[in-house]
Nanobody, 115 residues
Framework: QVQLVESGGGLVQPGGSLRLSCAAS????????MVWYRQTPEKQRELVAR???????NYADSVKGRFTISRENAKNTVYLQMNSLKPEDTAVYYC?????????WGQGTQVTVSS
């Protein structure tokens, strides 16, 4: 059974940092690309960052230079380091993977950036 479990969200002041984690189980984690999305009630779900099985990364323009995606295959975990957070980064952040043509999502973790 495939599971993606996010953690690390919370309330942070503008300019602060958070690190999100997504622990995967039930898959051969190292061979899959992993993606972080985010969603607010006002917007469609937005791709934030992606990391391939080989470690190549790409980012939404809105987070380039502030967010860093990484993976630790030995722990079946993908991370999203978020620095210089802005109020517009407030959203529910989801971990995603396409496993053999099936979409898998985590339950989401809330990030709120507010003073």
């Amino acid at each position: 059974q495939v599971q993606l479990v996010e953690s690390g969200g919370g309330l942070v002041q503008p300019g602060g940092s958070l690190r999100l984690s997504c622990a995967a189980s039930g898959i051969s984690f190292s061979i899959y690309h992993m993606v972080w999305y985010r969603q607010t009630p006002e917007k469609q779900r937005e791709l934030v960052a992606r990391i391939t099985s080989g470690g190549s990364t790409n980012y939404a323009d809105s987070v380039k230079g502030r967010f860093t995606i990484s993976r630790e295959n030995a722990k079946n975990t993908v991370y999203l380091q978020m620095n210089s957070l802005k109020p517009e980064d407030t959203a529910v952040y989801y971990c995603y993977a396409d496993i053999g043509g099936t979409n898998y999502w985590g339950q989401g973790t809330q990030v709120t950036v507010s003073s």
